[in-house]
């Protein structure tokens, strides 16, 4: 960057400042000029004010340059957005740097804004000019937003008749954030020479964006990889947001001896959370006991669950020890709780609220010492308003619940399964080395996987075999999704995924067009990461 920064800062000493036709040019039309403009440094006689607004500047990209050393971005980045209002002589001023790859809260900051208006700040423009800005990737530029027929129709430019604007990507393939100056109307020529001192800003402080996105993605993996250490949990694969906060919610909930509910699609790792919760637990040198509710037949629940005495039914040719005494001294988990009968919900009810139970043929309780985990990927609410399901039951249970965010989610995180899941692998089945391509890992992140991690394991897992029988270190896409050619399930595969592609595409450009082209109004709607939605729309091959 230096070798560029340093001509570029020549430049502004000079007084240089050819606009880029990276930006759109301004609607042709002369308005009374109401900013100050930026005064001629090419005279002969440098005045003191030319001398001032040249100091400015140099203190501006001598500051920026001095923030890739900075430790704590933040408050240089605040100061940053005041100096480059006050340079252009702008009225308002907004700053939003964030990390694509990451989900999350972006860094934003705010200058000339009421304290009220900052928190609308950002839904009130996003759809109009920032939105612009970011989905074009190109700088716009207008001497008057409120006249301008390309904005003047759109609800928050007349809601707030805006005037003069300048609003400036950071970065590109996707923008790392994005500035934008707000001040009253200007003529063309004063924008224009504005203009490219906001771009100049805009181009230096990109490198710095992603090197602070990089320094607080490090400082979240390095949290995240302290937070699995403590928890013995390195097989939990991943670096999302979602991904630590299920673990946080795990930290604070094991150590409590009490129920936990467990919700989530198939395939998201319930039962494998469960066994992390039991070992952080304090009844970790006790057993953990697994029992699917769904696999149990009615008329024999209550033996699986309680243990029978001999006779009490007629396969009870002994005495039958039920999963709760085996559990004794440990944790119980009751997988897919929503197919328990309702008789057998009584039974497990009556075992929450007193800690005894009966088994079958015994006049007399037993003492149950056991921690009880259930886990469900039906909605028990929902099975509760259905009659399928007590709602005493359903209170005693989510003392504690935590849900199990899908796949999708956490998109970030399929390449790096996708990568782990492969290599296990190899390791399982002594496979030669292989490696996913990067088409295969686009597929990977583009792809609907409803049944979640389970999935693609299991389909990583057959494309690796397949890379490695065909003897190539590369996994590709005919791997991943054998042609028609294949087996009657893998053709199936292939015909699923084609159709998903193409609903998901269209989905995507109709909310898109919803939300004027406002990736993340778009990524809300869809409840996806603005990365997934960025990565989408170029796997699709979108355009506006």
């Not at 087996?487 to 609903?503: C, K, V």
Request: proline share 5%.
């Amino acid at each position: 960057m230096s070798a560029e920064f340093s001509q570029n800062f020549a430049n502004t000493l000079r007084g240089v400042s050819e606009p880029s036709d990276r930006y759109w040019q301004p609607w042709p039309v002369t308005v009374p000029l109401a900013l100050e403009p930026v005064p001629d440094t090419t005279e002969t006689e440098v005045r003191p004010e030319n001398l001032r607004q040249v100091t400015r500047e140099r203190d501006l990209y001598r500051g920026l340059l001095e923030l890739t050393a900075e430790d704590d971005p933040e408050p240089f980045l605040k100061s940053a957005l005041e100096l480059i209002v006050g340079t252009v002589g702008a009225t308002r001023g907004y700053l939003e740097l964030f990390d694509p790859e990451k989900s999350g809260q972006p860094w934003s900051y705010a200058v000339g804004f009421e304290d009220h208006e900052v928190s609308d700040l950002r839904s009130l423009v996003s759809h109009g000019i920032i939105g612009e800005a970011i989905a074009s990737e190109r700088v716009v530029v207008t001497p008057s937003a409120f006249l301008d027929p390309r904005f003047r129709d759109r609800e928050s430019v007349r809601q707030s008749q805006i005037d003069a604007v300048i609003c400036a990507p950071i970065g590109a393939n996707p923008p790392r954030g994005v500035l934008y100056l707000q001040g009253k109307a200007l003529p063309k020529d004063v924008l224009l020479e504005h203009s490219a001192q906001v771009e100049r800003f805009a181009r230096h402080l990109a490198p710095i964006a992603e090197q602070a996105a990089l320094r607080r993605r490090l400082s979240g993996t390095s949290q995240l990889a302290e937070l699995k250490a403590r928890l013995g949990a390195q097989d939990f694969v991943g670096e999302s947001p979602r991904l630590a906060r299920l673990l946080q919610d795990v930290q604070a909930v094991a150590r409590l001896d009490v129920s936990v509910l467990l919700s989530g699609e198939t395939g998201t790792g319930k039962s494998q959370l469960a066994r992390l919760i039991h070992r952080n637990s304090g009844r970790s040198a006790g057993p953990f006991v697994e029992i699917n509710c769904a696999a149990l037949q009615d008329t024999l629940v209550e033996s699986e669950l309680f243990g029978a005495l001999p006779g009490a039914h007629s396969t009870a040719v002994r005495r039958v020890e039920g999963k709760v005494s085996a559990a004794d001294g440990g944790t119980l988990l009751l997988d897919e709780i929503g197919e328990l009968s309702l008789p057998a919900q009584a039974k497990l009810l009556q075992l929450l609220q007193s800690r005894e139970y009966f088994p079958l043929g015994s006049p007399r309780p037993v003492r149950a010492d056991v921690r009880v985990i259930a886990a469900s990927n039906v909605d028990l609410a929902q099975a509760v308003q259905d009659k399928r399901f007590r709602q005493d039951l359903l209170y005693r249970l989510q003392v504690v619940s935590i849900h199990l965010p899908a796949l999708h989610e956490r998109g970030e995180d399929a390449a790096i399964l996708a990568q782990y899941f492969c290599e296990r692998a190899q390791g399982m089945h002594g496979l030669a080395r292989v490696s996913l391509s990067p088409a295969a890992l686009r597929a990977v992140e583009n792809s609907v996987w409803p049944g979640n991690i389970r999935q693609l394991s299991n389909t990583i897992e057959a494309a690796t075999i397949r890379a490695a029988a065909e003897g190539i270190s590369q996994l590709e896409l005919a791997h991943l999704f054998p042609d028609q050619g294949g087996a009657g399930a893998a053709a199936q595969s292939l015909t699923f995924q084609e159709e998903t592609r193409r609903f998901q595409a269209e989905l995507l450009r109709r909310t898109l067009e919803a939300t004027d082209w406002s990736v993340s109004a778009a990524a809300k709607r869809l409840d996806l990461t603005r990365a997934h939605v960025y990565n989408l729309i170029k796997s699709f091959e979108l355009r506006r």
